[in-house]
Structure formats: structure tokens, C-alpha cells
């Protein structure tokens, strides 16, 4: 694998304990949104959520309605003399419905939605919070979890989020630093989400290992969208699909889902990177994975990220939601021929889509660059070369993105440690900024592009607003000439 994964525990371990009669165990909430009054109307949602509690047991039933929502009867569990009471908070902590019940349907009138930072909304990363409480005589249990309203779904080679066109342009990333390796950091945590906003991007790839809960958090909370990637990566060998591997790929989706299935930020679930998916073996496997991950969450795209394998051999990509796919024209094949990567890159993606007529995501394409390296005309590895190279692929993205490419995806965001290796000096260097947190020039010149597709998708959605507030207008009032 082309990165380092050091050595001991990387993150914090927290024991904790429960109290002895019951406790939370588990919450899952799902949305559907409906904005069918206008495009800009707040509108409504409905939560659906239920309450898993260990330890005790549950009794009553209720409906209640407070302020501007409602909430209608669940099956409430009715074992014995334990309790569920929930409440939704808002972002300023004001209760804004409350009820009783393990499981039912929560109407919220003028909700917030969470939309990504770059949506160009009023707000965006809207963050409510279901606070629940198990109670069984005086034994009681308390759990908050911090959710946000967002909906997202594929339609027409589109990506949705709250039924409005969404373009990643973004970074994949890797837990790695100078100093600490893979250690958990939490200024160095603040410094690239600092950075992700100064460049840009919109959305992040948890390459390849589902990322700390501090970078998740913060994700929630800025509104920066992420796949959610398993640590399913280098899949290559037969010997790698059989059941053992098979069992242990689905209970690593089971665990990644559960942690993650109520966060916003969260759009899509990678199930791998990169396996060789042109085997006969590999059909069946990543079939059951895939059907196995859509069965624990059929709120989000499914997906996995191609790599060695072509759209004229590959046997899984029907499988998925979104072909996700990592290219390196003018880097691993052809190196310093810039001149053919439009030509390349446009023929291969076309052909993906015409092959299984789903949306594209370019998760990786990048070429390495040793940081104060210069020369012109630009040869490979200079930071001139860099800049010549993903240009290219810019242009191919421009041409493609109103067609069925959906996001665009650096690699990297930051130079990073790998094994020893003659192709690799000090690591991998495709980062747009060094392993210190420093740009490169290429960092510049994706800031320019992400500001510019910032500024271009809000007037897009801000013209097809106003076409469907006008519609909506003729369909209320008649048209009268």
C-alpha cells in the first residue's frame, strides 16, 4: 500500500462506563425534505428515528406537538418500566419539539437544512441536536447526538443534496504529518480544515481508512462533504475474495456505517480502493459488500474507487451508485506528455459512462512534485510540471461537468510518508502543499479553479431558481395573456 502505517495505538482510547440497569445504546435518524413550495423556502422535513436501548426496557406510547413541529405515534416499546423522552434542540440549544417513544416520525416545519459551506445558502452546516434520555426508576441515561437535515440521492447523472445539483470539487487526504506520523493532532486537525477553506474544496475522500471522529466533527460542522472510504484498499490477489475476507469486509462496513450513519457531512460509502475488480472472483465479492452496505443505509450512494482495471474489463462497476475513478495520464503512463492527457482522459471517462451510464466522480489525479523544484519547459517532478499537468486535466473536467462528471478530486492534499522505495523520495509527493502544511504552486492555481466553480455553481443555481420560483408562480396563479 502506498502509504505508511507506522506502528501503535494512532488515536485516543476512552473507556467509559454504563450505568448498570440500562442505556443508549444506538440512534439512527433518516430525512426526507420537501421544498415543493419554492426552491428557497425553508419547507419541512420528516425525522424518522429510532432509539436502541440495552439493559432495561421501555413502556408507553405518546404523540405531541410543540411549536412548529410534530410528532406522530411510533411504536413506542411497551416491556417492563423503563422509558425513552427525546428532544430536538436547535443550534442555540432551544428545545424545539419533544416527545416520548423508542421509535415513530418527527415533522419539522421551517427546518434548517445542512447544506455544504459552498452552497451560497443564508446558512449552511445547520446542526440540531436529538437529546435522549432512558429512564428505569432512578436509574437514567442521557445521550445527545448532533444532526443535520440534509437528503442525497443520484438522478439523471447527477449528484443531489437536498434535490439541488451538487459538483465535489475537493481533496483526497491522508492522516499523516511531519512529527507525529498517523498520531491524532489537533492543531494540525484545525490547520488543514483551515487550509481545505482557504483552497476551496468542498469535500474530502477518508483515503483509505475511515478518518478520526475529530476530523468528522469538524466536517459536520463546516460543511464539507465526505466519501467515506473502508480500509478495504489493494484488493488485488484471488486469495483476498474468498468468504474469510468476505465476512470480515462486511462486519468492517457494519462498524463503519453504525459510527458514521448520522452524519451530514457524510454522503457517500467507498467500500474500497483501488481492488482488482476485472477478476471473475471479485464479481460476487464486491456485489455482496456493496448489497451488504446498502442494506445497512439506503439513504446514501454506494461506491467503490477503480484503479487498475478498464471499462471494457472491469465486472463491479455496475454494482455501484457513482463510478468513482483514480487516473494518472502524463504521470504513470506517458510521463511528461502532456500534450495527450485531454485526449486520454475525455475518451476514457466518456467511455465509462457510456458503458455503465452512471455519474463519474476523478477521485485521484495528481503527479508527484518535489516542493522549490523548478525548470523550464517543465519536466516531471518540478512544481512547474505540476501545474501544467493538472491544467490539462482541468480542461477536460470543465468540458465533462455539465455532462456527468460530478466531482474532481486532487491527490493529494499533502505530501505524505510511504515505505522506502526506489520511486518514492521521502514519501509521496503529489501533494499540493508539503508535509509541513506549506503550498506549493499548485495550491494556488487549484484555489483559483475552486473559488471560480464556487462562484460559477451559485449563479447556475441561483438562474434555475429563479426559473422554478417563476414555474411555481404560473402554477399557482395561471398564466393569463
Given amino acids: 500500500m502506498d502509504f505508511f502505517n507506522y506502528a501503535g495505538i494512532h488515536r485516543s482510547v476512552t473507556l467509559y462506563t454504563t450505568p448498570p440497569i440500562l442505556y443508549i445504546d444506538d440512534i439512527t435518524l433518516k430525512y426526507t425534505i420537501d421544498q415543493s413550495q419554492s426552491p428557497n423556502s425553508q419547507g419541512q422535513a420528516i425525522i424518522e428515528?429510532?432509539?436502541?436501548?440495552?439493559?432495561?426496557?421501555?413502556?408507553?406510547?405518546?404523540?405531541?406537538?410543540?411549536?412548529?413541529a410534530s410528532m406522530t405515534r411510533g411504536e413506542a416499546m411497551t416491556q417492563g418500566q423503563a422509558s425513552i423522552e427525546w428532544a430536538v434542540?436547535?443550534?442555540?440549544?432551544?428545545v424545539v419539539v419533544s416527545g416520548v417513544g423508542s421509535e415513530g416520525s418527527i415533522t419539522l416545519k421551517n427546518v434548517k437544512l445542512w447544506w455544504p459551506y459552498t452552497a451560497g445558502k443564508n446558512y449552511t452546516a445547520y446542526l440540531y441536536t436529538f437529546q435522549m434520555t432512558a429512564k428505569s426508576g432512578s436509574s437514567f441515561d442521557i445521550y445527545r447526538q448532533p444532526f443535520g437535515v440534509r437528503t442525497v440521492r443520484i438522478e439523471n447523472s447527477q449528484l443531489l443534496i437536498n434535490n439541488e445539483p451538487f459538483y465535489c470539487h475537493g481533496v483526497a487526504k491522508h492522516e499523516d504529518s511531519d512529527i507525529r506520523g498517523k498520531g491524532l493532532d489537533l492543531p494540525l486537525i484545525?490547520?488543514?480544515?483551515?487550509l481545505l477553506v482557504w483552497l476551496g474544496a468542498n469535500c474530502i475522500r477518508t483515503s483509505h481508512y475511515p478518518y478520526a471522529e475529530e476530523i468528522m466533527d469538524q466536517c459536520d460542522r463546516l460543511g464539507i462533504v465526505v466519501i467515506d472510504e473502508s480500509p478495504g484498499v489493494g484488493i488485488q490477489l484471488v486469495q483476498n475474495m474468498g468468504n474469510v475476507s468476505l465476512q470480515h469486509h462486511k462486519e468492517v462496513m457494519t462498524e463503519m456505517v453504525r459510527r458514521d450513519k448520522n452524519r451530514p457531512s457524510v454522503i457517500m460509502w467507498s467500500v474500497a480502493n483501488e481492488p482488482k475488480t476485472n477478476l471473475p472472483e471479485a464479481q460476487f465479492y464486491f456485489k455482496s459488500v456493496i448489497d451488504h452496505t446498502r442494506g445497512l443505509d439506503h439513504t446514501r450512494?454506494?461506491?467503490?474507487?477503480?484503479?487498475p482495471t478498464e471499462f471494457n474489463t472491469d465486472r463491479c462497476a455496475r454494482y455501484v451508485d457513482v463510478v468513482c475513478v483514480n487516473r494518472y495520464y502524463g504521470w504513470y503512463s506517458d510521463i511528461g506528455h502532456t500534450e495527450l492527457i485531454q485526449k486520454q482522459l475525455k475518451y476514457d471517462l466518456t467511455k465509462w459512462f457510456e458503458t455503465f451510464n452512471k455519474p463519474i466522480i476523478i477521485t485521484e489525479y495528481g503527479a508527484d512534485t518535489v516542493s522549490g523544484l523548478h525548470q523550464s519547459p517543465s519536466v516531471s517532478f518540478t512544481e512547474d510540471y505540476q501545474g501544467d499537468f493538472m491544467s490539462e486535466y482541468h480542461a477536460v473536467f470543465d468540458q465533462l461537468r455539465h455532462q456527468f462528471l460530478v466531482g474532481e478530486m486532487v491527490w493529494n492534499f499533502a505530501d505524505f510518508m510511504t515505505a522506502q522505495g526506489v520511486t518514492r523520495v521521502d514519501g509521496n509527493k503529489?501533494?499540493?502543499?508539503?508535509?509541513?502544511?506549506?503550498?506549493k504552486m499548485a495550491a494556488h492555481l487549484l484555489r483559483a479553479r475552486y473559488l471560480n466553480l464556487i462562484n460559477q455553481t451559485q449563479i447556475e443555481q441561483a438562474q434555475t431558481n429563479r426559473k422554478l420560483n417563476f414555474q411555481t408562480h404560473i402554477d399557482k396563479e395561471g398564466l393569463y395573456l
Fill in 49 to 68: 428515528y429510532n432509539v436502541l436501548v440495552k439493559g432495561g426496557r421501555t413502556q408507553g406510547k405518546a404523540s405531541m406537538t410543540r411549536g412548529e
Fill in 190 to 194: 484545525l490547520r488543514d480544515f483551515n
Fill in 89 to 94: 434542540l436547535d443550534a442555540q440549544d432551544k
Fill in 301 to 307: 450512494p454506494v461506491t467503490f474507487v477503480i484503479g
Fill in 430 to 439: 503529489k501533494g499540493i502543499f508539503t508535509r509541513q502544511r506549506q503550498p
